[in-house]
């Protein structure tokens, strides 16, 4: 079995003896063993754990958020798999960034002035994508989700936003009011139809964010929803009903 002295691992990965020594000390990478002269030994045992805990500082996690998901029982692979899914919605948010400042620089030659309002759309994305991440939205949507779901709210103004809401509540209303309705009836696939063109006027043209959202309705992940399971459950019959035709 391959070991490493503790300088050696040091010069291998790109860290500091200091680094490592603090690691051992706060429980998050103890050394496989001393030897009698005191020196720490690294196994690649430590190698794999010492990668994770580079990623996930990468990605802006503290220690102890790292020493408390390192705790969990996932197999090597799947700390693989889920810093692959990181890394990915990383790309897709830098490159929503790139395509925007790229659209800046396009648009604003040498000795011409700045398009500020183009700089105010970056602006207001950034601040956008960073409020949704506070929210609800962050537990069940991708950051290139996120992303589209921030371009897609600052396409509308907040009269349109609120007279959106405004029809869903009036049609979850007029759905409650008939939930004693057999799924299958004429009012039932109307309100379906209702529904459902109501969900397409906003996310019509982004199937990704509409599957994510009806997803999460379905397994009740969105907090304090405007209905509970059983208006869900109705709607669904009725649409199946509707498609039947």
């Not at 183009?118 to 602006?123: D, E, F, P, W």
């Not at 996120?146 to 709210?153: E, H």
């Not at 309705?217 to 709607?235: A, R």
Request: glycine letters at 2%; a neutral charge; hydrophobic letters at 40%.
């Amino acid at each position: 079995m391959a070991q490493w002295y503790i300088k050696e691992l040091a010069q291998l990965v790109g860290v500091s003896v200091r680094t490592l020594h603090h690691y051992d000390k706060i429980g998050l990478l103890p050394a496989c063993t001393r030897l009698s002269n005191g020196y720490r030994v690294y196994t690649a045992t430590h190698v794999l754990r010492l990668q994770q805990i580079t990623a996930l500082k990468f990605f802006g996690f503290s220690l102890q958020e790292i020493k408390r998901i390192l705790c969990s029982d996932l197999a090597i692979l799947d700390h693989f798999h889920a810093q692959y899914k990181l890394v990915k919605n990383h790309i897709a948010s830098l490159v929503s960034v790139e395509q925007s400042l790229e659209y800046i620089l396009i648009h604003c030659q040498p000795g011409s002035e700045v398009n500020i309002h183009a700089v105010l759309h970056l602006m207001k994305r950034y601040t956008m994508s960073q409020d949704l991440k506070k929210t609800w939205a962050a537990d069940i949507y991708t950051e290139k989700e996120l992303d589209t779901f921030a371009q897609l709210k600052q396409s509308y103004t907040d009269q349109e936003i609120e007279n959106y809401q405004d029809a869903w509540v009036e049609l979850i209303t007029r759905v409650k009011e008939n939930l004693h309705q057999d799924p299958t009836s004429a009012i039932a696939k109307d309100l379906a139809l209702q529904w459902h063109n109501l969900l397409n006027r906003v996310y019509g043209n982004n199937p990704e964010l509409k599957n994510t959202i009806y997803t999460a309705y379905k397994e009740n992940k969105i907090p304090n929803p405007l209905f509970d399971s059983s208006v869900f459950e109705w709607i669904e019959k009725a649409t199946y009903a509707l498609k039947a035709i």
